[in-house]
T-cell receptor
Framework: DTAVSQTPKYLVTQMGNDKSIKCEQNLGHDTMYWYKQDSKKFLKIMFS???????INETVPNRFSPKSPDKAHLNLHINSLELGDSAVYFC????????????FGSGTQLSVL | GDSVTQMEGPVTLSEEAFLTINCTYT??????LFWYVQYPGEGLQLLLK?????DKGSNKGFEATYRKETTSFHLEKGSVQVSDSAVYFC????????????FGQGTRLTINP
């Protein structure tokens, strides 16, 4: 069983569209994250939720809105997609947010045309 | 701000060669340091970690020592295998409500038989 699963794996869409990426973890962790990997392969944190509460919110355009319906899920909704949003988005989870070990999903490659 | 710089890839070696991937960091406090590995088609996995100066992290034959004086955390392995082919990410971890990881840009390693 996949510990952290995100869907879809690939997402190709037009500029201006709204899209969502879903993430689920079956590890029983309290904390979940979204990271963005840009074209130069840098991974940067976007958001973190602990027990459905937002605790880290980096400087991200407000077109990006995370939603956590329960502690096992953290979805990422993106409005009015722009070319610069093209990247690989990784979901991750950790136990209570204070452990060093993050468990990552395999990524969603978003291409905005 | 906090940042991580690691050796640019790609790195290509023959099996049984000695591996070093350089990593240096800039941080205001005393972060924990990590190496994560991403095998093809998978999410990132924690490879090893060190939480304070002079600590040595090790796993699967890989080692890295937390050097505060040189702000470095270089990854080494004495004899690499084809199965070590992956992308390696150096990261520092700080607590900001949750565990926040700041990653380097990743180094792609290819081992030829």
């Amino acid at each position: 069983d996949t510990a952290v699963s995100q869907t879809p794996k690939y997402l190709v869409t037009q500029m201006g569209n709204d899209k969502s990426i879903k993430c689920e973890q079956n590890l029983g962790h309290d904390t979940m994250y979204w990271y963005k990997q840009d074209s130069k392969k840098f991974l940067k944190i976007m958001f973190s939720y602990n027990n459905k509460e937002l605790i880290i919110n980096e400087t991200v355009p407000n077109r990006f809105s995370p939603k956590s319906p329960d502690k096992a899920h953290l979805n990422l909704h993106i409005n009015s997609l722009e070319l610069g949003d093209s990247a690989v988005y990784f979901c991750a989870s950790s136990d209570r947010g204070l452990t060093e070990k993050l468990f990552f999903g395999s990524g969603t490659q978003l291409s905005v045309l | 701000g906090d940042s991580v710089t690691q050796m640019e890839g790609p790195v290509t070696l023959s099996e049984e060669a000695f591996l070093t991937i350089n990593c240096t960091y800039t941080a205001t406090g005393y972060p924990s340091l990590f190496w994560y590995v991403q095998y093809p088609g998978e999410g990132l996995q924690l490879l090893l970690k060190a939480t304070k100066a002079d600590d040595k992290g090790s796993n699967k034959g890989f080692e890295a020592t937390y050097r505060k004086e040189t702000t470095s955390f270089h990854l080494e392995k004495g004899s690499v295998q084809v199965s070590d082919s992956a992308v390696y990410f150096c990261a520092l971890g700080i607590i900001q409500g949750a565990q926040k990881l700041v990653f380097g840009q990743g180094t792609r390693l290819t081992i030829n038989p």
